[in-house]
């Protein structure tokens, strides 16, 4: 039998990040991972001959600005990992062809907005310095251990210095959902339409608790960092954090499937794989969902009834286009922005999360498109470039269409005519703003929520989250309102991932959370 001081199932951000820390202290690591690349969500593929796309995830804002950056910085550089952004990381396109961008000066995005409307900009500058006075508070609970001496230690300076009434109220605040944000802060559409679908990127809808708060918090990230992606495309980040991994004496093993982790007395003692190999280990750190936690990997009675309340939020699809020129937008000026939305507004992200919800395909997705050659030319032959789409509204399970155009297999599978149908309709709305599309098409790739859970099974149903982040799920409550640290009931046996907090997105923050209370 072979040993580890620490096994890691899966290789995902968190792992690798954890992975990483861990390696550098000096701990024996060892990562299993189940797909026959490493990575999870951090992938970059060929699209055509030249072409280079990220299938999944691209942009890194929450890593660039998070703790596991800080502590891997200067490792990841020496592995030749380059973070390139645009002057203008978001911006909004209405269906009419107004646009309004979002750059990273505060005093242009404050004129910006006042231009769509007087005083909508002087609002958002009051809006962004209220946040900064309480981003410490606010950073220290969603990015903290909830359960940490640290976080007690912030909630007493922050207790002290506003007083019991004033610490509820910075909190209550912070709960305000999107809509409430912006339909009293902003009375231009356009203003609101810049920051509705921001909320999408958070698991939220515009009408959910703290939706509002989170719009505040993303914006003051692209001002910061802008939208980063990763020189020559997201697999670089991977294969860098393993880089970091194996030269610190670990190890990763791909087409590895754990099929469970032993335990003896209560303790975890290892794991076994499918084809029954043991490898023995002080720790096990497990990157999966909940599910495949305590109804595959472990068999834990007391957690039947926590499983059976979790929650998945929506699916998600992607559209990649490889184009044989440059975007020609109808509307100017929008060459440069990272990561443009194309949406009707408020209401229109409204409308189309609310049909996602009720297993409908929207009849007006939201776009979420990104311009990856607009940081990164090497991801395009020269005078070419490449879109990369989300649309953050797709239902897991398709009970029909919105627009009762699209036909729907009985059982609400996605198949690929599914796909191919609802890639049309998105392809619809881009002819409509960039005329000469199809002229420029050299290649086109849609990927389902069915085929995102073929690429990471911790994609159920094609949730890229991990669950649903509404408040019951998030924070503390993350992945079950027991939940405390990332422990399991298991000792040695660490839950991280998506599902655990702070979260899901880029920032590796449960594997550093983890790392850090390990001693990395």
């Keep these: 039998m072979t040993s580890c001081d620490i096994a890691i199932i899966g290789s995902g951000i968190n792992a690798l ?34 072409y280079l796309h990220d299938p999944l995830a691209t942009t890194f804002v929450l890593w660039v600005t998070g703790g596991a950056h800080g502590a891997l910085a200067p490792d990841l550089a020496s592995h030749g990992v380059e973070f390139l952004t645009t002057e203008t990381p978001t911006g909004v396109l209405l269906p009419d062809g107004r646009s309004l961008g979002w750059s990273m000066d505060r005093a242009a995005n404050i004129a910006a907005f006042n ?58 605040e ?118 495949a936690l305590y109804a595959g990997l472990t068999d834990i009675p007391e957690r039947r009834d926590d499983l059976r309340k979790y929650r998945y939020g929506k699916g998600n699809f992607q559209l990649h286009y490889a184009l044989r020129r440059p975007v020609s937008w109808a509307t100017p000026g929008l060459e440069r922005v990272q990561l443009l939305h194309l949406t009707p507004g408020l209401d229109g992200v ?18 979420c498109l990104g311009q ?19 649309m953050p509204e797709a239902p897991r399970h398709v009970r029909g269409d919105a627009a009762g155009l699209i036909d729907v297999p009985p059982d609400g599978r996605w198949t690929p005519a599914l796909r191919e149908a609802f890639a049309d309709r998105i392809e619809a709305i881009l002819l409509h703003h960039i005329p000469d599309l199809r002229e420029s098409i050299v290649a086109r790739r849609a990927i389902s929520p069915a085929d995102l859970e073929e690429y990471n099974h911790n994609l159920v149903g094609g949730d890229p989250y991990g669950g649903a982040c509404t408040l019951d799920q998030l924070f503390a409550f993350r992945p079950f309102a027991g939940s405390k640290r990332h422990e399991t009931g298991i000792k040695g046996l660490y839950h991280i991932g998506a599902s655990t907090h702070p979260g899901p997105g880029l920032s590796g923050g449960s594997g550093f959370l983890v790392a850090k209370e390990l001693g990395a």
């Design 115 to 172: 231009a769509a409307h007087s005083g909508d900009g002087d609002q958002l500058g009051r809006d962004l310095d209220g946040f900064a006075a309480k981003a410490e508070l606010l950073f220290g609970l969603m990015g903290g251990d909830p359960w940490s001496r640290q976080t007690a230690l912030l909630l007493g300076r922050e207790t002290w210095r506003r007083r019991p009434h004033g610490l509820a109220s910075t909190l209550g």
């Design 372 to 390: 990856p050659c607009a940081a990164d030319p090497s991801r395009a032959p020269e005078g070419a470039a490449t879109l990369w789409l989300q």
């Design 174 to 291: 912070a709960l305000i959902s999107m809509r409430g944000w912006l339909e009293t802060s902003f009375q231009s559409d356009l203003a609101r339409a810049v920051w509705a679908p921001w909320c999408l990127h958070a698991g939220l809808g515009p009408e959910a608790a703290f939706s509002g708060q989170m719009g505040q918090i993303i914006g003051f990230a692209l001002e910061a960092a802008g939208a980063p992606i990763i020189k020559g495309g997201a697999a670089r980040m991977a294969q860098a954090l393993l880089a970091i991994i194996t030269e610190h004496g670990g190890s990763i093993r791909t087409n590895a499937e754990v099929a469970r982790i032993t335990t003896t007395q209560g303790r975890a003692t290892g794991i076994e794989l499918a084809g029954g190999e043991r490898i023995a280990a002080g720790k096990v750190l497990a990157s999966v969902t909940p599910n």
């Design 17 to 50: 990040t954890a992975g990483a820390m861990l390696a550098k202290s000096g701990r024996r690591v060892a990562l299993f991972e189940r797909a026959p690349v490493a990575g999870g969500c951090i992938r970059t593929e060929e699209l055509a001959p030249g």
């Design 350 to 367: 409204s409308k189309a999360g609310n049909e996602c919800a009720r297993g409908l395909l929207p009849e007006v997705p939201t776009i």
